[in-house]
């Protein structure tokens, strides 16, 4: 629908709820480098001004800024009370008769007068739910409110103001009288300041009514269910057990048992059956990727130097000979002409490591440079070119029955910043997969949206090995389990299916620049990047031909040349 600020705003939003989502940071990163796109786009559009408060007081708290902590923390409770105002008068309303067919709902004056008060009731009690949620979570934040006073009672400790510690620890105690890690942070504030002063300190007076209400509501509630049978699951945990009728809370104990030992049952039979399914579906789709794949690569000079079964794994392939010692040379020329820093990412140098920067250009911006005169047009052409090349080659070895679209192109130069390597730990690109969103603590890759699921086919052509680290490398699903590894050079390419059967990722870059051209393709034609079709047109019109001059050679089927040394 070509409204990128929008989706720029729903990315954001997604993003809130799960930061750690690999899939949505990648389309936020593309969104920021789009033209017409914002900062101020960036929006999340169910924010709630209370949670929104409460994570930015958390956010300072954690990077040791007392101050501004407390600052946002104070007005999280504040925005707290007034959404907590308007969700219990929300609750004022007429009796909601839940699948009663109003004409059909018979019940005599105290039992109308009972049920419609306990609706009420449970509704307001639920608001501690409704507040404490947050989109995209499965569970609300528990002891969301009791939360903010943990964290003011350190903030203000801090910050050096023992009578607020001190509030905000005794009012924290309301809710958990028994904190045993609170109670000796209490006494060390009251020693600190003395007894005499500590004493008269006494909770926040707005906490109290709060608490003292919601334990009234409780009791009611509880003593409903108990005599009338009228369900309510309280949303606390600090309630104390007095509140809770004897016999109730034997009864909710047998069921809890009961219901945690269905759950692991059910649970530990559906993880046998999806670990069943998961390896059979493996084995056929690996069998039938092996069986097809070793077409002609059709180019004189490249040649396959290691296929699936070298690199442990299916729909893989290494060739070399793609490029010749110049035409590599050219391109890393183009590349420190053409490139900006950060391209992609919205001039972030350092999108996906500090200890590296990140320099890039596309097809159709490197062929813009080249009609302005700003770089060789010639070396642009060429770039173009390698990419129609790679593509026909991976079209052709995988013997796939429909084309290959561009997804997407990208010439990019990983530099290590010297100074950074140091006790570096990291990684130069995290393991991932290109066309779902790997969960690596679960072992599976879920492909649907946000994650680019149309892709396809993915491929990187190296233009140098002169730089120390930033090997190539396969794993299982785990991000952990190494299958093999492929060491960069000059005109070698690594091609492989998008699907969660490639997992892979780069090694860290200690020294130099590492500099190849990252290539997704898809087989669904409406999925086709906007700029390949764009510099298709260009090179058609600065050259006469769509598809640039590397026509394929027709040759037998590539002999296979497993190089040991490189797994």
Same mark, same amino acid.
């Given at each position: ?15 809130? !709820? ?34 929104? /408060? ?27 009370? &007034? ?13 909601? %008769?839940? @699948?009663?067919?109003? =004409? ?6 105290? #039992? ?6 306990? #609706?009420? $009731? ?30 003011? #009672? ?19 105690? $309301?809710?958990?009288?028994?904190? /045993? ?47 009338? @049978? ?66 002609? =690569?059709? %180019? ?44 992609? %990412? ?104 946000? !994650? ?17 680290? @930033? ?37 860290? &870059? ?7 051209? !990252? ?19 260009? &090179? ?18 590539? !002999? ?5 040394? /490189?797994?």
């Amino acid at each position: 629908m070509n409204r990128p600020a929008q989706a720029a705003a729903a990315a954001h939003t997604f993003f809130v !709820a799960n930061p750690g989502h690999q899939e949505m940071r990648q389309n936020l990163e593309y969104y920021q480098a789009m033209v017409g796109v914002r900062e101020e786009d960036f929006t999340d559009l169910e924010a709630k001004p209370h949670l929104s /408060e409460f994570r930015l007081g958390v956010r300072f708290y954690t990077e040791e800024q007392p101050a501004a902590a407390i600052l946002h923390l104070e007005k999280a409770l504040e925005e707290y009370f &007034v959404a907590d105002a308007e969700c219990r008068a929300l609750c004022e309303g007429p009796y909601d %008769y839940e @699948g009663y067919n109003y =004409l059909e709902y018979n019940a005599d004056l105290f #039992q109308a007068i009972t049920d419609h008060s306990m #609706q009420v $009731l449970s509704c307001k009690q639920g608001c501690v739910t409704e507040l404490a949620s947050q989109p995209g979570r499965e569970k609300p934040l528990e002891d969301f409110l009791p939360s903010h006073f943990n964290y003011l #009672q350190f903030a203000y400790y801090n910050s050096g103001n023992y009578e607020k510690a001190i509030e905000c620890a005794k009012t924290y105690l $309301l809710f958990f009288p028994h904190d /045993e890690v609170m109670n000796q942070n209490l006494a060390y504030y009251t020693a600190v300041l003395g007894e005499n002063l500590a004493r008269p300190i006494q909770p926040r007076e707005e906490i109290q009514v709060y608490r003292q209400r919601s334990l009234m509501e409780k009791e009611l509630l509880f003593f409903s269910y108990d005599v009338f @049978g009228i369900p309510f699951v309280d949303p606390d945990t600090w309630t104390p057990e007095e509140v809770i009728p004897k016999r109730l809370r034997e009864k909710q104990k047998a069921e809890r048992e009961t219901a945690a030992r269905i759950s692991e049952e059910i649970g530990n039979l559906m993880k046998e059956i999806e670990t069943l399914v998961e390896e059979k579906a493996k084995e056929s789709a690996d069998m039938s990727k092996f069986i097809r794949e070793g077409g002609p =690569l059709g %180019y004189e000079g490249a040649s396959v130097t290691m296929n699936s079964k070298a690199l442990n794994g299916s729909q893989r392939v290494v060739v070399d000979g793609v490029l010749s010692a110049e035409e590599c040379r050219e391109l890393q020329r183009l590349t420190n002409a053409a490139a900006s820093a950060g391209d992609g %990412y919205r001039g972030k140098t350092s999108p996906h490591t500090p200890s590296e920067t990140f320099y890039g250009v596309t097809v159709l911006k490197a062929l813009k440079l080249g009609q302005e005169g700003k770089v060789p047009l010639r070396s642009a052409h060429l770039y173009y070119n390698v990419t129609e090349k790679v593509r026909r080659m991976m079209e052709s070895y995988f013997r796939l029955e429909a084309p290959l679209h561009f997804s997407y192109s990208h010439l990019v130069c990983r530099t290590a910043i010297d100074e950074k390597q140091e006790g570096r730990s990291d990684n130069s690109h995290e393991v991932h997969v290109d066309n779902c969103i790997l969960n690596a603590e679960a072992l599976v890759c879920v492909k649907e949206p946000p !994650a680019y699921t149309f892709r396809d086919y993915s491929a990187i052509l190296y233009l140098n090995g002169d730089f120390e680290g @930033g090997a190539f490398y396969f794993t299982e699903l785990d991000a952990k389990t190494q299958t093999a590894e492929v060491q960069p050079q000059c005109g070698r390419a690594v091609g492989f299916s998008s699907g969660s059967e490639n997992p892979h990722g780069v090694k860290a &870059v200690t020294k130099g620049q590492r500099c190849a051209i !990252a290539l997704w393709f898809t087989l669904d034609p409406r999925h086709s990047e906007r700029e390949r079709v764009q510099a298709d047109d260009l &090179v058609k019109m600065l050259f006469g031909t769509e598809e640039g001059d590397l026509e394929p050679e027709q040759e037998p089927p590539a !002999a296979v040349v497993v190089a040991k040394d /490189e797994l």
